[in-house]
C-alpha cells in the first residue's frame, strides 16, 4: 500500500475548499485510520486568479483537466465542480483511467447515476456519492450498508433546506413568502435564482437517489412529481395552526408488497406530533419506515462547506480502504425489480382542502353529500365567513382516502353551483406509524 495517496479535485467551491481543509486539518486522524497519508496533488478550478476563501497552494491549482484525469499518481478524484454534462464527461474519463470517483452532484447522480455505476462496475472502479443527499447527514450508507438487510416500505423527509427555511419563517413567525425568500437570500440559504429550490425540483432528484437505493429500482426524474411552495398562502399555513399542522416540503417514497414505487414532492401538513414536524430552519431530516426496523430517523446540516465536505471524505476513505483490501468496484448492486409506478386508486392519504362557497342554507349538506357518494368522510371541519361579499370559507380534512377518489371528488366539486372556488388542497400525514 502507497504510503501517500494522492486525491485530484475538480472544483474548489465551498465543498471543494472544505474537502482540502479537511484533509489538512485531520491529516494525523486519516493516517491512523488508513495506514497512509492522505495528499491533494491538483485541482481544477475555472480562474487561476480567484480570490479563495481557503488559503491553498497555488502550485497544485490548474485549469487543464488532464492534470487531474491523467495524472498516474492520483488514485482518487473528487468531483465538486457542479454541473451535469462536464462533470459527466469528467467522471467517465477517470473510470477509463481506472480512478476511483467520489461525487457531491446531486443533479448528475439523479440523471445518469445507473450509468455511471455501470461505467465504474466496467473498470473496476469505486463510485460514491453520499454527499448528494444530506449534506453532512450519513444518510446514503445508512440505507446502504445499516439498513442492507431489511425491506425499506417507505422514506420520507425535508431533502431541502432552503425551502425548510422559508417555511418556517411563514409558520412560525408569519412572514410572507417574498420576505422569508429574501431573507433566505441574504443569508445564503437561496440562491439568486432560487426556483430549482422552491419548485421542488431540487428535493425531487436527492428522491430519485433515495428511492433507488431503497427500491433497488431504476427510478428516473420524469417518474416524480414534484410541486413547489411558491404558490403556498399564509392562510393556510394558518389553519394548520388551528388543526396541530405544520407544513413541510415533503419528498415522499413508498413502495407496496407487490412492489408497486410512488415518489413525490409536494407541500405537506404533518401531524405536529410526527417527529419530522419539529425540523426547522435550514435543516433537513429523512424517515425511513422498514419491516424490521421499523422506524429510524436521520437528521442534521443538509449543506454547508464543512458538513458536505464531511460527506466527501466518508467516501475518500472508503475508496482507499477498499484500495488497501483490493476490492474496489465490488460495492455495485444491480437493480432487482423492474419499475412499476403505483396507480393512483392505490395511493392513499389524508387531505386538506378549503373551498369558498355560497353562504346559503344547504351549501355544506351538497358538499356534505358529494363526498359521501364518492365514499370520502371528513375527520375535521372548519368554517367561517370569507373576507369576500356573500361567500364562506370551508375547511375540511378527510379521513384516509385514494388519490383517484379524491382527484374525482375535486373535479365534481368544481361543478356544483354553491362552490365558488378551491382555493387549496394538501396531503396530510398524521402521527408516524
Same mark, same amino acid.
Given at each position: 500500500?502507497?504510503?501517500?495517496?494522492?486525491?485530484?479535485?475538480?472544483?474548489?467551491?465551498?465543498?471543494?475548499?472544505?474537502?482540502?481543509?479537511?484533509?489538512?486539518?485531520?491529516?494525523?486522524?486519516?493516517?491512523?485510520?488508513?495506514?497512509?497519508?492522505?495528499?491533494?496533488?491538483?485541482?481544477?478550478?475555472r480562474?487561476?486568479?480567484?480570490?479563495?476563501?481557503?488559503?491553498?497552494?497555488?502550485?497544485?491549482?490548474?485549469?487543464?483537466? *488532464?492534470?487531474?484525469?491523467?495524472?498516474?499518481?492520483?488514485?482518487?478524484?473528487?468531483e /465538486?465542480?457542479?454541473? =451535469?454534462?462536464?462533470?459527466?464527461?469528467?467522471?467517465?474519463?477517470?473510470?477509463?483511467?481506472?480512478?476511483?470517483?467520489i461525487?457531491?452532484?446531486?443533479?448528475?447522480?439523479? +440523471?445518469?447515476?445507473?450509468?455511471?455505476?455501470?461505467?465504474?462496475?466496467?473498470?473496476?472502479?469505486?463510485?460514491?456519492?453520499?454527499?448528494?443527499?444530506?449534506?453532512?447527514?450519513?444518510?446514503?450508507?445508512?440505507?446502504?450498508?445499516?439498513?442492507?438487510?431489511?425491506? =425499506?416500505?417507505? /422514506?420520507?423527509?425535508?431533502?431541502?433546506?432552503?425551502?425548510?427555511? =422559508?417555511?418556517?419563517?411563514?409558520?412560525?413567525?408569519?412572514t410572507?413568502?417574498?420576505?422569508?425568500?429574501?431573507?433566505?437570500? &441574504?443569508?445564503? %440559504? #437561496?440562491?439568486?435564482? $432560487?426556483?430549482?429550490?422552491?419548485?421542488?425540483?431540487?428535493?425531487?432528484?436527492?428522491?430519485?437517489?433515495?428511492?433507488?437505493?431503497?427500491?433497488?429500482?431504476?427510478?428516473?426524474? *420524469?417518474?416524480?412529481?414534484?410541486?413547489? =411552495?411558491?404558490?403556498?398562502?399564509?392562510?393556510?399555513?394558518?389553519?394548520?395552526?388551528?388543526?396541530?399542522?405544520?407544513?413541510?416540503?415533503?419528498g415522499?417514497?413508498?413502495?407496496?408488497?407487490?412492489?408497486?414505487?410512488?415518489?413525490s414532492?409536494?407541500?405537506?401538513?404533518?401531524?405536529?406530533?410526527?417527529?419530522?414536524?419539529?425540523?426547522?430552519?435550514?435543516?433537513?431530516?429523512?424517515?425511513?419506515?422498514? &419491516?424490521?426496523?421499523?422506524?429510524?430517523?436521520?437528521?442534521?446540516?443538509?449543506?454547508?462547506? +464543512?458538513?458536505?465536505?464531511?460527506?466527501?471524505?466518508?467516501?475518500?476513505? &472508503?475508496?482507499?480502504?477498499?484500495?488497501?483490501?483490493?476490492?474496489?468496484?465490488?460495492?455495485?448492486?444491480? $437493480?432487482?425489480?423492474?419499475?412499476?409506478?403505483?396507480?393512483?386508486?392505490?395511493?392513499?392519504?389524508?387531505?386538506?382542502?378549503?373551498?369558498?362557497?355560497?353562504?346559503?342554507?344547504?351549501?355544506?349538506?351538497?358538499?356534505?353529500e358529494?363526498?359521501?357518494?364518492?365514499g370520502?368522510?371528513?375527520?375535521?371541519?372548519?368554517?367561517? $365567513?370569507?373576507?369576500?361579499?356573500?361567500?364562506? &370559507?370551508?375547511?375540511?380534512?378527510?379521513?384516509?382516502?385514494?388519490? #383517484?377518489?379524491?382527484?374525482?371528488?375535486?373535479?365534481?366539486?368544481?361543478?356544483?353551483?354553491?362552490?365558488?372556488?378551491?382555493?387549496? %388542497?394538501?396531503?396530510?400525514?398524521?402521527?408516524?406509524?
Amino acid at each position: 500500500m502507497e504510503k501517500e495517496v494522492s486525491i485530484g479535485l475538480l472544483g474548489l467551491g465551498v465543498v471543494g475548499s472544505g474537502v482540502a481543509q479537511l484533509i489538512e486539518n485531520y491529516q494525523d486522524d486519516l493516517k491512523h485510520q488508513l495506514g497512509c497519508g492522505v495528499r491533494v496533488k491538483s485541482v481544477l478550478v475555472r480562474n487561476l486568479e480567484k480570490a479563495r476563501s481557503y488559503d491553498i497552494d497555488h502550485s497544485i491549482l490548474t485549469t487543464n483537466c *488532464d492534470d487531474v484525469l491523467n495524472d498516474p499518481d492520483i488514485n482518487v478524484v473528487v468531483e /465538486v465542480m457542479g454541473g =451535469i454534462e462536464e462533470a459527466r464527461k469528467y467522471i467517465l474519463q477517470a473510470f477509463q483511467a481506472k480512478k476511483h470517483v467520489i461525487t457531491a452532484n446531486k443533479d448528475l447522480i439523479a +440523471l445518469y447515476g445507473p450509468e455511471l455505476e455501470a461505467a465504474a462496475n466496467e473498470n473496476e472502479c469505486d463510485l460514491f456519492y453520499e454527499a448528494s443527499v444530506g449534506g453532512g447527514i450519513p444518510l446514503l450508507r445508512g440505507l446502504s450498508d445499516g439498513l442492507v438487510s431489511d425491506r =425499506i416500505q417507505q /422514506v420520507m423527509g425535508i431533502v431541502n433546506g432552503t425551502t425548510n427555511y =422559508i417555511l418556517t419563517k411563514m409558520d412560525v413567525d408569519g412572514t410572507s413568502y417574498e420576505d422569508a425568500l429574501k431573507e433566505a437570500q &441574504e443569508l445564503g %440559504f #437561496a440562491e439568486a435564482d $432560487p426556483t430549482a429550490d422552491v419548485e421542488g425540483l431540487d428535493a425531487a432528484r436527492k428522491m430519485v437517489i433515495l428511492a433507488r437505493l431503497s427500491f433497488l429500482t431504476n427510478v428516473e426524474l *420524469d417518474d416524480v412529481e414534484v410541486e413547489g =411552495i411558491s404558490n403556498l398562502s399564509l392562510t393556510d399555513l394558518q389553519y394548520g395552526k388551528q388543526l396541530d399542522y405544520s407544513m413541510k416540503l415533503i419528498g415522499f417514497a413508498n413502495r407496496t408488497n407487490d412492489h408497486h414505487i410512488e415518489v413525490s414532492v409536494q407541500p405537506t401538513f404533518l401531524s405536529n406530533k410526527h417527529p419530522l414536524a419539529s425540523v426547522t430552519d435550514e435543516y433537513n431530516a429523512v424517515y425511513i419506515n422498514g &419491516e424490521a426496523v421499523g422506524e429510524t430517523m436521520f437528521y442534521g446540516p443538509g449543506a454547508g462547506s +464543512l458538513p458536505t465536505a464531511t460527506a466527501v471524505m466518508s467516501d475518500v476513505v &472508503e475508496a482507499i480502504k477498499n484500495m488497501r483490501l483490493g476490492v474496489n468496484g465490488k460495492k455495485f448492486v444491480k $437493480p432487482r425489480f423492474q419499475k412499476e409506478l403505483t396507480p393512483m386508486d392505490q395511493r392513499y392519504s389524508q387531505f386538506y382542502l378549503r373551498l369558498h362557497v355560497k353562504d346559503e342554507v344547504g351549501a355544506f349538506a351538497l358538499i356534505s353529500e358529494l363526498f359521501h357518494q364518492m365514499g370520502i368522510s371528513f375527520e375535521r371541519i372548519l368554517q367561517k $365567513p370569507s373576507n369576500k361579499d356573500e361567500l364562506a &370559507e370551508i375547511v375540511v380534512v378527510t379521513h384516509e382516502t385514494s388519490l #383517484a377518489k379524491f382527484k374525482d371528488s375535486l373535479a365534481k366539486l368544481r361543478e356544483l353551483y354553491v362552490v365558488e372556488n378551491v382555493e387549496s %388542497f394538501f396531503r396530510v400525514e398524521g402521527d408516524a406509524k
